[in-house]
């Protein structure tokens, strides 16, 4: 080979090996270049890492501050809630009754001395002990007194109670006399929390006060029996001091001489209601006081009440308006005379404490009771005196009150029998106004009662004239269950052609005359609304009765049927005088009676006591004997035993007795009745009663005591 060739083959191997040499420097430029950025990267993450690295150190430090911060915290919070136990621990080891906590499963967790001190130092009461354990050490170590239970019993109760959801407070009685109230809680977590409270000063206590209580009261109990006994003594001589009255008004008088008798006689009657308000009262107060309940027409003793009161707002121009809801029961189940003492005491206050306008009186039956209201538009009560009037001796301490007089016992009793009948009274009242007292009794059909009384019904068309609201509300009202449609018209003027009517119920207080020329063929009722008495048209207070009696006459319906009683033509004409055997110690109730059987045709005997009552029945063989209870020498009772002993000897028939007594104390009347005496009137003595009970008791066969009455 040539050397120019080997030489351009040198050159092209040089250039080859330099063009080599070029790319590998631009190679390692480049990877040069790439270096330094990475590196360059590199170094600012290195920066950012160490700012943050940084910032890691001091947000460290920071919370290591707080740490130890939070950790002192922690300290002084546990040395605080240590405090806070030992002092709740101190106070609960203070106090004096015993404190103790079970878990759920009824483990003692913890327990003070006091809770602790009453087993006595047992070693068992300690931490761990169930429930039903400690109940065990209760009865059998005898720290419980089970006042003659079983033990096994009373720890059966405890523990039914003691898993029951409402643990209840309980009473035990230790050993020692103590008294322990248990009072348990169950708390969130199912533990029990037990607190026994030591009340033996408590229950001591209150067992004194209870002897003391006990002790008032049979005090007061004794002078209620002597307030009873003093009344009953204060009537006897009053029933003299009244018959005698009585009888005086039978003699001929002059008018001075009458004013004088009627004087006696309404201070002695007075005199008595307030002696029987006081009897009546310390009866209550005695507990003496017992109902006797016997059907009676309530409807006919609210009408024969109010008849009776009516006088009494006549004399003060007073109206008094009555209505009586026609459903009230037929027969009423109740004590009918203490039914009637409180409906005259309230009418009574009403008519005395209004001194105008109106007294009405209302009785409806209202679902299940008996709904009573006695309004008047008197002088009315003080709000705040509304509750104090039905204590007793309590009135309204006013002067416009003084005028009035009164014992101030009459509510209190009022509302003590309203009470016993199972009811209740109220009072609303505004003053200047008026008030209604109001009284709700149980509606007690009596056993087999009659319903409210049947009321016919008329097909016809009434007017009313009354230009009295209330009075015209009660006669349309009554009208209305006779179903018969009403007009109401003030006046005869208001009467126009358009008015249909059969019959016209025309109230005296209308005053005009009727039209003479419509009314020919109507027939026109005269109802009296005003208090004043009248001979013509139906009485007042309008009943349901009176009226269904002038409409009967009056609509064309069936008269009813009325048994008339054959009168009896056998009148012998040499009968015997009924004979009467009295025994009264009394001088003076002696000769009232005396004078009460004055006009009688009977052969009376009146003996002084119960030993010559024996005696009087052995030697006359009276058909009829009075007999009074309280008698020297031999009681009333003893001598109706020895006088029934000896007709049961003879096989003779009955005498009838009557016991007239001044004893009205309860019990009085079956204590009478159960030593065999018949009847019993009490005294004060009245002529009419004792009439009534002759006239009942006599013989067919003898002559009839009352002349006037002979067939
Ligand atoms: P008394 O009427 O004997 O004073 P009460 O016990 O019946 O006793 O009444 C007590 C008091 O209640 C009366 O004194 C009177 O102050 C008041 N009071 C009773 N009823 C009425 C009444 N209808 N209107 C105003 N006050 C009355």
Redesign the pocket.
């Known amino acids: 080979m040539d050397i120019v060739k080997k030489l351009a083959q040198e050159r092209r191997a040089r250039l080859a090996a330099e063009r080599l040499l070029q790319q590998k420097q631009t190679e390692l430029f480049a990877a040069n270049k790439k270096l330094g950025a990475h590196a360059r990267a590199l170094s600012d993450d290195l920066v950012d890492k160490q700012a943050e690295v940084q910032q890691v150190r001091s947000e460290a430090q920071a919370l290591a501050g707080e740490n130890t911060r939070v950790k002192q915290n922690l300290a002084v919070a546990e040395f605080q809630v240590q405090v806070a136990e030992r002092r709740l621990w101190n106070s609960i080891q203070t106090v004096e009754d015993g404190f103790a906590v079970f878990d759920q499963n009824s483990k003692l967790v913890l327990a003070n001395n006091a809770y602790i001190a009453a087993f006595d130092g047992l070693e068992e009461m300690c931490e761990g002990i169930s429930y039903p354990d400690v109940l065990r050490l209760l009865t059998d170590e005898g720290i419980i007194d089970l006042e003659g239970r079983a033990p096994a019993d009373w720890r059966e109760d405890m523990l039914d109670r003691w898993q029951s959801n409402a643990l209840e407070p309980m009473v035990v009685k230790l050993w020692n006399g103590m008294y322990i109230k248990a009072i348990d809680r169950r708390g969130s977590e199912g533990d029990t929390v037990c607190l026994a409270l030591d009340i033996t000063d408590t229950i001591r206590y209150e067992a004194r006060l209870e002897r003391e209580r006990l002790k008032a009261e049979s005090a007061n109990r004794a002078k209620s029996a002597f307030l009873a006994n003093m009344t009953h003594e204060l009537r006897t001589p009053m029933n003299g001091v009244v018959g005698m009255a009585e009888l005086l008004g039978d003699t001929d008088l002059n008018d001075e001489q009458m004013l004088y008798r009627d004087t006696i006689h309404n201070s002695a009657t007075a005199l008595l209601s307030i002696i029987n308000?006081v009897l009546d009262f310390s009866k209550i107060e005695a507990e003496r006081l017992v109902l006797r309940p016997d059907p009676f027409d309530i409807a006919g003793s609210i009408q024969e009440i109010s008849t009776l009161l009516l006088p009494s707002t006549t004399e003060k121009s007073l109206k008094f308006y009555l209505y009586i809801d026609p459903n009230l029961p037929g027969t009423y189940h109740g004590d009918s005379g203490r039914f009637r003492q409180i409906l005259t005491?309230?009418i009574?206050?009403?008519i005395?404490?209004?001194p105008s306008g109106h007294v009405m009186v209302s009785a409806t039956a209202v679902d299940e009771e008996l709904v009573f209201d006695?309004t008047?538009t008197?002088?009315?009560?003080e709000k705040s005196?509304c509750k104090h009037?039905?204590g007793e001796f309590?009135?309204?301490e006013?002067e416009r009150?003084r005028q009035?007089?009164?014992?101030?016992?009459?509510?209190?009793?009022?509302k003590k029998l309203i009470e016993q009948m199972g009811g209740s009274i109220s009072?609303e009242?505004v003053v200047g106004e008026?008030?209604c007292?109001t009284f709700r009794l149980p509606n007690r059909r009596s056993a087999g009662s009659t319903p409210p009384k049947e009321v016919p019904q008329y097909n016809i068309k009434a007017i009313v004239i009354e230009p009295d609201e209330i009075s015209a509300r009660v006669i349309t009202n009554y009208l209305g269950h006779f179903g018969i449609q009403s007009t109401l018209l003030k006046t005869w003027d208001e009467l126009t052609d358009e008015h249909q009517f059969e019959v016209a119920f025309m109230s005296d207080a209308s005053q005009m005359a009727p039209p003479k020329g419509r009314l020919s063929e109507a027939h026109v009722v005269q109802i009296i609304t005003s208090n004043r008495s009248s001979m013509v048209g139906i009485s007042h207070p309008l009943s349901l009765g009176d009226l269904n009696h002038v409409l009967a006459n009056y609509a064309p319906l069936p008269a009813p049927i009325v048994p008339v009683e054959e009168p009896v033509d056998d009148t012998p004409e040499d009968l015997r005088k009924l004979r009467i055997v009295a025994a009264e110690d009394n001088k003076t109730n002696q000769l009232v009676l005396r004078k009460m059987l004055k006009t009688l045709d009977i052969d009376l005997t009146i003996v002084n006591n119960g030993q010559e009552a024996v005696q009087a029945f052995q030697d006359i063989s009276p058909d009829l004997m009075f007999m009074d209870i309280s008698m020297p020498i031999m009681d009333g009772k003893e001598a109706t035993g020895q006088i029934r002993a000896l007709e049961a000897e003879a096989e003779r028939d009955r005498t009838p007795i009557v016991a007239l007594t001044a004893h009205s104390m309860e019990g009085d009347k079956d204590a009478i009745l159960a030593a065999g005496l018949d009847h019993y009137l009490t005294k004060p003595l009245r002529k009419a009663a004792i009439h009534d009970k002759i006239r009942e008791l006599t013989p067919q066969d003898i002559c009839r005591p009352f002349p006037d009455e002979s067939p």
């Open positions: 308000d005491n309230l009574g206050n009403a005395k404490f209004c006695i008047d008197g002088i009315g009560i005196m009037i039905f309590n009135q309204v006013d009150n009035f007089e009164g014992t101030g016992l009459g509510l209190a009793i009022t009072v009242s008026g008030s007292f």
